[in-house]
């Protein structure tokens, strides 16, 4: 009898320590997705200011000037729901001024600038959606939902901008 | 900036990742930042460097294939323990978490920010992912993924199903530069192969395949083999036609490497698959030598498709044969290709790749916070602790 109870207790003890492992896991996750969004909201931020830097420039052509400002204006004050577009818009604003090699700026830097941000935004929308991908498959697991170990957490999502920003 | 680097392998044994870590500890040093490496270390009178801290004495094991320096265990848990919490890092770079070894231990101890790198590629599919369950839920605490080579990041991708950042190693651009060839090794036409020539995937024999036809055109054709292997093992089973051709230097050192690839005509890297990045190519690429390599995604990758380096169809001698004829037809070719390959070289030189790494920690120091014990192993200690009390 006593043994049984000691088996049972070993059991209970060792499934606990499990659900708050996986819990602490998860609360890890949900962090590291937080954190890989806000650099790569950051970038996307700093992509926008460049976007309207080289709208007032002297020498840009007025129409790409209106088109750029635009959509860094509508990138910058999305809401979530429409965050994707607008920055697939400003995406195509910028491929507009390269397309038709309309980029005034020789000597402003701003082009180095750009290539910068762009290559750091691959990275961050790399670190990001890996971040997400883990989380998402973490909470698909069968424990995390029977226990509701998520709490009220938002189930990540990844945006459809992160695979053609750049 | 407060760096820690993690490496798995000995400080004081030959390694790639070692010689990695030691190239961008140095870098790191330069810009300004506090870096300290912690490494195992084999002999504990051997001298390093004074940004490396010593955590005890590697043990070989057997890990994919070759004999790998690492350690592990308790002892070397709370020497990682006592370097985290005395080192205060705003950052902590881990290579080769998923091996066990001080980087695993690191990543399973340690909270904050963090950036792994992974080097390896394709270890043992079975093996693999009978030990994903034990790795996933610590190499999940990385912030940041870095794979060296898209060999590497594949790898990643199929065992553990997590992705990364591709960042290559990096070379030292300016010390490949101005290298001078040596009369000796300059014979005629002169072809070379670099590395362990008796290892199947390195190539040679394939090389050695395609040779006759390439004498048959170039009559005065020599080859120079460098790398360790047994060699008198090796040239029994050549044809003593071809055997005179051929000139085995041993392994060389860096200065040797260099003179080296000045001194030849056309570097062949005939390697059949296996390699994860290829710096050798990379290195060749920065002393400025026309090159010609088997179409593996590595070396592809690192010659951009041809860009800075001819390429023929993998483990076929008769294209082997077919594209070295071609160049070594045309001297204005090969010396066209030499003046032009230092510029793809200089795409793996430290200041572009470093600055890439230091991309990735500005963007995961952003938010996370310094680096400390995990709250999982504080409990740990302080239940010893309390045990111990009583």
Known sequence: MINEWISIFIFLSAFIWYLTFTASRLDRLHHRVETSWASLDALLQQRAAIAIEIAHLAQADPATSIVLTHSAYLAREAKISERSEAEQALTEAFGYLYEDDLFPVEHSGLSEKLTAVNKKISAAIGIHRESVTATKAQRRRLVVKLFRLAGSAPLPVTYPFEDIAI | ????????????????????????????????????????????????????VPAGKPISIPYNGAVARVLFGPVAASRVRQWITSGNFDLLHIHEPAIPSLGLLACSIAEGAMVGTFHVSAPRIKIAFAIAPFVEPIVE????????????????QIHLETDAVVIPNGINLKSFAGAAPRLEWQLGKT????????????????????????????????????????????????????????????????????????????????????????????????????????????????????????????????????????????????????????????????????????????????????????????????????????
């Open chain 2, 191 to 390: 072809i070379g192969f670099i590395g362990r020539f008796d290892e199947k995937r390195k190539g040679l024999s394939l090389l050695l395949e395609a040779l006759p036809e390439i004498v048959k055109v170039h009559p005065d054709i020599r080859v120079l083999v460098a790398g360790p292997g047994d060699q008198d093992d090796f040239i029994k089973d050549v044809d003593p036609a071809l055997a005179g051709r051929i000139t085995f230097l041993g392994k060389l050192n860096e200065e040797e490497k260099r003179q080296f690839f000045k001194s030849i005509e056309l570097y062949i890297a005939p390697n059949t698959g296996g390699e994860s990045f290829g710096i050798i190519l990379a290195e060749a690429m920065a002393t400025g030598v026309a090159i010609l390599a088997s179409d593996i995604d590595a070396f592809r990758s690192v010659l951009e498709d041809g860009k800075w380096g001819a390429l023929f169809a993998n483990s076929s001698a008769q294209d082997l044969a077919i594209k070295a004829n071609q160049l070594l037809a045309s001297q204005s070719t090969l010396d066209q290709m030499a003046a032009a390959s230092p510029e793809g070289g200089a795409r793996f030189d430290w200041s572009v790749v470093a600055e890439d790494i230091l991309d990735i920690y500005e963007m995961v120091r952003e938010e996370g916070q310094p680096v400390t014990l995990a709250a999982d192993s504080r409990i740990w200690n302080r239940m010893m602790k309390g045990l111990g009390g009583n």
């Open chain 2, 141 to 156: 605490k990385l912030n940041a993924r870095i794979a060296v080579s898209e060999v590497a990041r594949e790898t990643l």
């Open chain 2, 1 to 52: 900036m407060r760096i820690g680097i993690v490496s798995p392998y000995g400080w004081d044994s030959p390694g790639g990742v070692q010689v990695h870590i030691r190239d961008l500890a140095r870098y790191l040093i330069a810009q300004g930042h506090f870096v300290s490496v912690l490494a195992p270390v084999y002999d504990e009178n051997s001298p390093v460097e004074d940004f490396v």
